[in-house]
């Protein structure tokens, strides 16, 4: 057997294929996924008189059905309307998910519908982040995303983040919206090491009629389209590991005081 055709094919482009049973997700032991109702496994209801609900049921999360499938702990450090300025200015702070006992081996990050779309934030560009103190980056959504990484990697530098851009939505100007945020986190991954992009816009699923009427619960995801996230970002990570082994081989020793060079 040659491994490389197994493991390792130059041509394969992500999410060309689905990985069943244990992914390489599973070497990260410890792992957060930080975010807004999408990462919370988040129901929407309807009463009879037509009110709204929102419901953080973290178990459906595809964080945690990524998780169970790996055998690994995961963190849900999302919430329903979540943003990265709330993120970073209070709710992290008031939940302890700054707490160095919670330090992990690789975070995920999945923001930006709410900034974005709803609250209509301005993206910003990797120039408003402050490489030397992120103190000082200026408050543009780019600039609140690159406070949480930094953040991050002062409690665990050797980390890896991984960066989900927005899948392709229907309409233009979610489009235009989507290509830009996708180019920043591009560009974000050369300002911050040991980082990737999960790029849903160009290799994921187009979020249309057919994918709502199939994987949606109202304006929020079904329990089935929940677990379809988790195979997509699953796939992806295991993805990015097998494409750059070196990259990921001293990933035991995250978190830990053990010395060593590669």
Known sequence: MNCNDVFFDKNEKPLDRLVEGYSNTSIF?????????????????????????????????WGQFIARKNGIKAYNFSKGGMTARSYFNSFAEENGFWDKEKACKAYVIAMGINDLYNEKQEIGTVSDIDAKDYRNNKNTFIGYYGKIVARYKEISPDAKFFFVSFPKFEGEEKQKIGREM?????????????????????????????FKKQYNLHNHMSPQGYVFAAKVIDSYIDYIVRHNPEDFKNVGFIGTDIKYKW
């Open 29 to 61: 032991r410890t792992i957060a996924f930080i975010g807004d109702s999408l990462s919370s496994g988040e129901f929407e209801t309807v009463d009879p008189e037509g009110k709204k609900g929102y419901h953080d049921l973290y178990e459906y999360s």
């Open 182 to 210: 996708l180019k920043q986190l591009k560009l974000l991954t050369e300002v911050f090491d040991n980082s990737y992009v999960i790029n849903l816009f160009d290799y994921g699923t187009i979020h249309d009629d057919a």
